[in-house]
T-cell receptor, first 116, second 114 residues
Framework: GAVVSQHPSRVICKSGTSVKIECRSL??????MFWYRQFPKQSLMLMAT?????????EQGVEKDKFLINHASLTLSTLTVTSAHPEDSSFYIC????????????FGAGTRLSVL | AQSVSQHNHHVILSEAASLELGCNYS??????LFWYVQYPGQHLQLLLK??????LVKGIKGFEAEFIKSKFSFNLRKPSVQWSDTAEYFC????????????FGAGTRLAVHP
């Protein structure tokens, strides 16, 4: 149980284009989903917290206009990297918490974004 | 601000050796504590968690952790490691009123040699 699917697993794009990453909870409903960024050999840094049906809460220093988050249903959140630049190349990971008050987060496999 | 500190960045052990990875957090209130493992090329998996009750928590694959409130610590242990335990281990904390926000430690890279 508690499976989180993230798609795509890898994407290569040209500078200036936008990329959408999907995060789905497959066997549970997730009121809250989280988006992280992981730099090589470093820990996960929280980018934003996404609540179903409301605006995402962004961490300090994260550009909300560049990293658009939509949480349209209890099983799907999307992260769109707009006008991507090489410095946006990174490993993006989503997680989801079950609806019924469990604060445990279950993680997707991550998306490696390479911007050329 | 809340933070999580993992003292060992790299640990190298031989198979059958015992393992203890340190984790300390800075927060005076109620916390929920987690250890996650990331095997090479794979996603983060939950090893174990502590919310309340018995401070000695047993997780998957023979791992356990002990919450010592007075020391603000949640160290991970395994009596006898295997080569397949080679991975990166992350300690993480959520704090009361923190909307489930996970604060991660920097991670400890464990290499187990046959």
């Amino acid at each position: 149980g508690a499976v989180v699917s993230q798609h795509p697993s890898r994407v290569i794009c040209k500078s200036g284009t936008s990329v959408k990453i999907e995060c789905r909870s497959l066997d549970f409903q997730a009121t809250t989903m989280f988006w992280y960024r992981q730099f090589p050999k470093q820990s996960l840094m929280l980018m934003a917290t996404s609540n179903e049906g409301s605006k995402a809460t962004y961490e300090q220093g994260v550009e909300k206009d560049k990293f658009l988050i939509n949480h349209a249903s209890l099983t799907l959140s999307t992260l769109t990297v707009t006008s991507a630049h090489p410095e946006d190349s990174s490993f993006y990971i989503c997680s989801a918490s079950p609806r019924l008050g469990d604060v445990t987060q279950y993680f997707g496999a991550g998306t490696r974004l390479s911007v050329l | 601000a809340q933070s999580v500190s993992q003292h060992n960045h790299h640990v190298i052990l031989s198979e059958a050796a015992s393992l203890e990875l340190g984790c300390n957090y800075s927060y005076g209130g109620t916390v929920n504590l987690f250890w996650y493992v990331q095997y090479p090329g794979q996603h983060l998996q939950l090893l174990l968690k502590y919310f309340s009750g018995d401070p000695l928590v047993k997780g998957i694959k023979g791992f356990e952790a002990e919450f010592i409130k007075s020391k603000f610590s949640f160290n991970l242990r395994k009596p006898s490691v295997q080569w397949s335990d080679t991975a990166e281990y992350f300690c993480a904390v959520t704090v009361s009123g923190g909307y489930n926000k996970l604060i991660f430690g920097a991670g400890t890279r464990l290499a187990v040699h046959p």
